[in-house]
C-alpha cells in the first residue's frame, strides 16, 4: 500500500517551536477542518505555517501525530518502509553481527528505527510484527514485502493488542500463531511461541543481561525470581551455578521452562508460587542463595500508578535481600517504561536503607542493541538492569 497523493492533508501545530519528539500530543494541535482517516499520512506545520515534517495522524488517539521525517522531500510510501526495514536489519546484521550469537533478536525497534508504531521480532524462521499505530497497519503488506525480501521464506504473525486497536481505531484480526519453534542464543536452545498466550514464552531484550548474571553466578546458589521461560536460570547453570531455583506465578510457563532446562540437559527446580509468599517462607527455613535474579513484569501503563508501582518494587526487592547473604549477587530489573532508572535506583537505596544493608551498584544495563533508543525518544528506553553487590 502507498498514499502518493500529490497534496498530502495538513495539521498545524498550536506552537512555532519544533515539537522536539515523535510523538505530538492532541491538545498540540489544531483540529483539522475536515476528516481525516485515522493512520493517514500528513504534512504538519507549525503556527508561522513552516514545514515541520510528514507522519501519520490519529485524531482518535492520544498521540495524534507520529512524525516520520523531517524532509519534505521524503515521500512516507511503500519504498520509504523498506528502506527504513533495511536499515534496521542492516544495523543487526552487519554491525552488531547477531546472527553470529542467537536467531533471535529484534528487527525494529518502533521509534529507535524511526518506524513509530511498528515492532518486530524474529524467533528463527517466524517474524512477529506487533502494531500500535493505524498508520503502520495501513503499510501492513509494505512491511510483509519488505520483510520477506530480508527473510525469504519466513513464516510472518501479525498482531495488535485489543486495547492499542481500540485507541487507535483499527481492526487487526491476528491469523492463527504460527508453531513452536526452538531458538539459540549464546549456545543454548530455548522455546518460542508466538501469539500462545505468553508473548513469546522468550525475551530477547535480556539476552546479554543473561549471560552477564550467568558470568557472575558461576559455583553460586541461584534464586531466579519472576523466572517466566527460565532464561537466567538455564544461562547460569550452563555456565556453571552450583544449583538454581527458578519461581513463578503462572504453570504455563514454568512448564515451557522445564522444556528449556531438558533441552540443554540441565537440572532447575522450578517451583509454582507467588515470590512474596515464596521468599517469606524461604527466609522463615533461613534459605540463602548467593545470586538472585528479580524480573518482574510491566507492573503498569497508567502515569497514575507509577507510585504504586515502586512500592511493589520496593516490597519484592526488600523482601528479595532476607535471602541474600553478605556477598551475594542480587539483579533487579524493571520493564516498566514509566518507572524511570532514576527513580528505580532511588528505590534501592531506600530499600538499603531499610534493610540496613549495603548495596553496591556494579553496573546499570538495558536491554540489547537491538533495541536501540532515539536521543530524542528517551522513553522507549523501558529496560533497567541493575547488576549489585549486596554486604
Known amino acids: 500500500m502507498t498514499d502518493t497523493a500529490p497534496a498530502l492533508p495538513t495539521i498545524r501545530l498550536k506552537s512555532d517551536r519544533a515539537p522536539g519528539h515523535p510523538w505530538v500530543w492532541s491538545a498540540q494541535v489544531h483540529k483539522p477542518e475536515g476528516r481525516i482517516p485515522p493512520g493517514s499520512v500528513v504534512d504538519v ?113 501479525g498482531f495488535a493488542e485489543t486495547h492499542v486497536q481500540k485507541q487507535e481505531s483499527f481492526d487487526c484480526r491476528a491469523s492463527e500463531p504460527p508453531a513452536p519453534v526452538a531458538v539459540h542464543e549464546h549456545g543454548l536452545a530455548f522455546h518460542a511461541a508466538p501469539g500462545a498466550g505468553h508473548k513469546t514464552g522468550f525475551f530477547a531484550d535480556q539476552r546479554d543481561n543473561r549471560k552477564r548474571f550467568a558470568e557472575l553466578a558461576r559455583g553460586r546458589r541461584v534464586l531466579d525470581l519472576c523466572c517466566n521461560a527460565g532464561g537466567f536460570a538455564v544461562h547460569a547453570m550452563a555456565a556453571g551455578a552450583r544449583e538454581a531455583v527458578g519461581v513463578d506465578m ?57 507510585f504504586d508501582a515502586l512500592k511493589k518494587y520496593f516490597a519484592m526487592n526488600r523482601l528479595a535481600l532476607d535471602v541474600i547473604p553478605p556477598g551475594g549477587l542480587l539483579l533487579t530489573c524493571s520493564c516498566t517504561g514509566l518507572v524511570s532508572e532514576a527513580d528505580f535506583l532511588e528505590m534501592l537505596r531506600r530499600v538499603a536503607l531499610n534493610a540496613g544493608r549495603e548495596i553496591q551498584i556494579l553496573e546499570v544495563r538495558g536491554a540489547g542493541a537491538d533495541h536501540p533508543v532515539r536521543a530524542d525518544v528517551p522513553e522507549s528506553r523501558y529496560l533497567k538492569a541493575v547488576f549489585c553487590q549486596v554486604e
Do not use: C
Request: charge should be neutral; avoid cysteine.
Open 45 to 157: 506545520m507549525d503556527a508561522k505555517s513552516r514545514f515541520v515534517g510528514r507522519g501519520f495522524w490519529n485524531g482518535h488517539a492520544r498521540i495524534a501525530l507520529r512524525l516520520l521525517t523531517a524532509d519534505p522531500a521524503e515521500t512516507v510510501d511503500a519504498n520509504w518502509i523498506a528502506a527504513r526495514i533495511d536499515r534496521a536489519v542492516r544495523l543487526r546484521r552487519e554491525l552488531l553481527e547477531l546472527d553470529k550469537t542467537t536467531d533471535a533478536w529484534r528487527v525494529v525497534h518502533s521509534e529507535g528505527d524511526g518506524l513509530s508504531g511498528l515492532v518486530v521480532d524474529r524467533y528463527a524462521d517466524i517474524l512477529v510484527t506487533e502494531y500500535f499505530a493505524a498508520g503502520m497497519w495501513k503499510f501492513r503488506d509494505a512491511i510483509r514485502d519488505a520483510l520477506l525480501a530480508h527473510f525469504p521464506g519466513a513464516r510472518i504473525y
Open 250 to 306: 503462572d504453570a504455563g510457563i514454568l512448564e515451557v521452562a522445564r522444556a528449556n532446562a531438558a533441552a540443554n540437559r540441565l537440572t532447575v527446580d522450578f517451583q509454582q508460587a507467588d515470590i512474596f509468599d515464596w521468599l517469606r517462607a524461604a527466609v522463615t527455613r533461613g534459605e540463602k542463595y548467593d545470586a538472585v535474579i528479580l524480573d518482574p513484569a510491566k507492573l503498569t501503563r497508567d502515569r497514575s500508578k507509577v
